[in-house]
């Protein structure tokens, strides 16, 4: 199967296009993400304070939230996985069939 050249340019061009926006908010990700990471820091100072100066002139003691990054963060561009884990691994990880056709989750131990 042939490719015309005006076909090949166009799709080429896109491409061209589609990376360079790519780079572009790659950039801009890593921007927001160093924001976010200030802001953290900066929040958790700022609760900080005021739990202290709450104490030093009220005598009250406040619990300190803090704002940290979670350990582990899911990734928002992966797709969810819906394949079938077989009726080995199924069976190892205690789910099942009821009679009426629902899905049964039993306490593997």
Same mark, same amino acid.
């Given at each position: $199967?042939?490719?015309?050249?005006? *076909?090949?340019?166009? =799709?080429?061009?896109?491409?061209?296009? *589609? &990376?360079?926006?790519?780079? *572009? /908010?790659?950039?801009?990700? *890593?921007? =927001?993400?160093? &924001? !976010?990471?200030? +802001?953290? @820091?900066? /929040?958790?100072?700022?609760?900080?304070?005021?739990?202290? /100066? /709450?104490?030093?002139? $009220?005598? =009250?003691? @406040? #619990?300190?939230?803090?704002?940290?990054? #979670?350990?582990? &963060? #899911?990734?928002?561009?992966?797709? $969810?996985?819906?394949?079938? @884990?077989?009726?080995? +691994?199924?069976?190892?990880?205690? !789910?099942?069939?009821?009679?009426?056709?629902?899905?049964?989750?039993?306490?593997?131990?």
């Amino acid at each position: $199967m042939f490719l015309s050249r005006k *076909a090949y340019d166009d =799709l080429r061009n896109e491409w061209l296009k *589609a &990376h360079a926006e790519c780079t *572009a /908010l790659s950039g801009v990700n *890593a921007q =927001l993400n160093a &924001h !976010i990471e200030w +802001m953290r @820091v900066r /929040l958790t100072q700022l609760e900080y304070e005021r739990a202290q /100066l /709450l104490r030093k002139y $009220m005598g =009250l003691d @406040v #619990p300190t939230p803090t704002f940290d990054a #979670p350990d582990e &963060h #899911p990734d928002p561009n992966q797709t $969810m996985d819906f394949s079938d @884990v077989g009726d080995a +691994m199924a069976d190892k990880l205690g !789910i099942g069939w009821n009679p009426d056709g629902t899905l049964k989750y039993e306490e593997k131990q």
